[in-house]
């Protein structure tokens, strides 16, 4: 699993654990062979000093393992457990009440159904409860419930043996309870949180094992998602107060049998999660109802309105079957039951075949259409993204950029090749081609100086009263292109506007566009999102300088799967996208009056749509602009997943720290009176641009103004704001400053990622 890099302190842990990891299915108390007949001793890292506990209010960070579970006679488990620092010191003196223990077992698969946990301990969860739940109109009186739960160490019999061990013996039985008759040949599974306060940073570690035999078990057959695909979009996922997030964990006691006692929705996680995931995209709510579970505190959790940043078919973004960790990944396409499909389907009555073709009485029964080899309608197949699979036909390729020095107009050689066809190529202007229809467009974006913003000045996109501020030089090769002999399938393109006269540095030429072609069979175009490409050429330099690098599109891609926008002709360039989202653009095209802009800002003022300002921003729930088609488009209630402060949850490392006024540029907020320029366009700042996209208090603009930060800098036709002073934000907020922004941000300090 390498979604995202482990934290220098999470590659520690990882080996200083060895079988031990934080992951879902690293987890899986690994701590010896199973066919041994004793229980293998635990062998616990040696400390780097004398080896002495120390306090365990000492540590920065909790690294628990469970070292052996033995089951005795009158069915209480024993569990041993490790407790040590980052620095594999022993820690001694947690209290009882600040560690809490799950144990549970794993049933069997029957008639078609999943194999679940079944915790042995556990609460009945009453209806109304206390405090009775709000709001009283999403309360189904459903109750009561049962629902897994902790057992405080208090409960039961807790050893401190001053020297990192710790012994604890459950006070629930294991074979004194009719509900869960017992049976010692199946896995069972023991689970711990630590809860202190303050808090310190700690681990769920889980151990499974068998009790007939008191052997670990090196897998209980139920590993399917990895917590580092969670933590691709959520960082640091955690619950109930912060001190659960590991997936193997939260499987312990949201099962199957489990619900909310007050909505009468199900906990169960294969349910839950999906659900919570589709949000809007339910059926039931886009028929008007809602989604959402009653947690802590009798509190309403309302999840009708998530947005999935992706497409929720692509099941395989959660359960990686490549992922060596999650070795049951693929039950997703294998297991197939009614509770998995109606999480997300949940129009479908598979009682009475409502919204089905057909009605499935029992779960075994779902393969017969759904399963993996099924001809009908596999699960599988049944998701697959057409639109996707059918992209990745297609390739584009910059093969040239000519006659780039000031005064010149450009001729751009582009190339589109089928790769997954010996990268033959097509035919751009093939009539009626997946270029030559009405959904398609191909062109190129010429854009200038790449250093260290674009700028696009004098590229002819705006006039004093119309068009857009600062856009890049456009080559429409839908319309223009003609076959270049110089490369076997090549089009070039001449723009018609030349690269300005005073034109500096170095530039960009990015391919832009989306084939179209009758994907599902059923005459109907759909446009492709087709990965962006570009070439840097030389203006004055001597040699092309590429523009800077500080997102990875990889990371944004960790959550939105294939990041494409404007109807799927932009995609997955972050380089494209700062082609038009420079310093000096603004959405003044889009402010029409009579428009729904009017509705979304209450003013025709410019929005800035300046990169750095404006993805902070969206993120940030900050935002509101006019787009295609002088729509408004308001994103002041996105949640975000992540951590809003963990930078390289985005950036690359080190990017994010403040840009100098002396050479990033200010960002617009009015167009001034004529758009073909910036002089007289009102500007933030570059350093406090970027910061006030989040830090939005008027405390936070007083501090930035204070360090010299302008929110009404004025710029000059070069797009320099000669009158502004300086900031001063790196001299504090710098690398090694006293509030360096990747300590201030926490940077790193998400060791579960």
Known sequence: MTRRSMTPFTTLLLAGLGAFAIGLAGCSGDNGPDDTSTPPDPVFPPGPGTGAAIPITSATTIVASITRVT???????????????????????????????????????????SSTW????????????????????????????????????????????????????????????????????????????????????????????????????????????????????????????????????????????????????SIDLKVMIHKI????????????????????????????????????????????????????????????????????????????????????ATDDTCTSCHGPNSAIASVQSAHVIPEQAAAAKFQYEVLKVANTAPGQNPTVTIRVVDPTNGNAPYDIKAANGPFQNSSASLAVEVAFSTQPDFTNTGSKSATATTGTPAQPIRIDF???????????????????????????????????????????????????????????????????????????????????????????????????????????????????????????TGTLDDQTIDLKYMVHAIHAANYRVCGYNNTGYDFSSVAYPGKL???????????????????????????????????????ITPASAACSACHRSATAVQHMELNGGSFSAVKDASSATPAAPAEACANCHGPGGPSDVKVRHGVGLFPYN
């Open 71 to 113: 089951m005795q006679d009158d069915g209480k488990a024993v569990v041993e457990i490790y407790l040590r620092d980052e620095n594999d010191f022993a820690l001694k003196g947690l209290p009882a009440a600040n560690i809490r223990f799950v144990l549970a077992r794993l049933e069997p698969a029957v008639n078609g159904a």
């Open 118 to 265: 079944n915790a042995i301990t556990r609460r009945t969860e009453t209806f109304p409860g206390t405090p009775a739940p709000t709001p009283a109109d999403k309360v189904t009186g459903a109750g009561p419930a049962n629902q897994g739960y902790t057992e405080t160490s208090t409960a039961g019999v807790w050893t401190d043996k001053q020297n990192g061990v710790y012994t604890y013996t459950f006070a629930k039985s294991a074979k004194n309870d009719a509900q869960i008759p017992y049976d010692g040949s199946l896995p069972h599974r023991v689970g711990l949180e630590i809860r202190l306060s303050p808090a310190i940073p700690s681990n769920n570690a889980v151990y499974t094992f068998t009790p007939a035999t008191n052997l670990p078990v090196n897998e209980s057959g139920r590993e399917i998602v990895d917590n580092d695909t969670c933590n691709a979009c959520h960082d640091n996922l955690s619950f109930h107060g912060g001190a659960r997030f590991d997936l193997q964990y939260c499987a312990m006691c949201h099962e199957s049998y489990s619900f909310d006692a007050q909505s009468g929705n």
């Open 277 to 360: 995931h589709s949000g809007e995209t339910l059926p039931s709510v886009e028929a008007g109802g809602f989604y959402g579970i009653f947690g802590r505190g009798n509190t309403f959790a309302d999840f009708s309105h998530v947005v999935y940043p992706q497409d929720k078919r692509n099941c395989t973004t959660c359960h990686e079957e490549s992922d060596t960790d999650t070795p049951q990944a693929s039950n997703w396409r294998y297991t197939v039951n009614t509770a998995t499909c109606s999480s997300c389907h949940d129009n479908v009555n598979f009682v009475t075949g409502e919204n089905h073709g057909g009605v499935a």
């Open 478 to 600: 839908k319309a223009n292109g003609v076959a270049d002999p110089a490369f076997a399938g090549g089009f070039a393109a001449t723009a018609t506007v030349a690269i300005p006269a005073d034109a500096k540095g170095s530039g960009e030429a990015l391919i832009e566009g989306r084939p179209a072609v009758d994907v599902n069979g059923d005459g109907t175009l759909e446009r492709l999102a087709v990965p962006s490409v570009g070439k840097t050429f030389a203006i004055t330099d001597a040699t092309p300088v590429a523009y800077r690098q500080i997102v990875d599109i990889a990371k944004c891609n960790d959550c939105h799967q294939e990041l494409t926008l404007h109807g799927d002709s932009r995609t997955g360039n972050v380089g494209l996208c700062a082609t038009c989202h420079n310093p000096n653009a603004t959405d003044i095209n889009r402010r029409v009056a009579g428009s729904s802009c009017e509705i979304v």
């Open 645 to 683: 402060n963990n930078c390289e949850g985005c950036h690359l490392p080190d990017t994010y720290y403040p840009p100098s006024s002396a050479t990033a540029i200010a960002t617009t907020i009015d167009a001034g009176p004529d758009r073909s320029t910036p002089a007289g366009d009102v500007a």
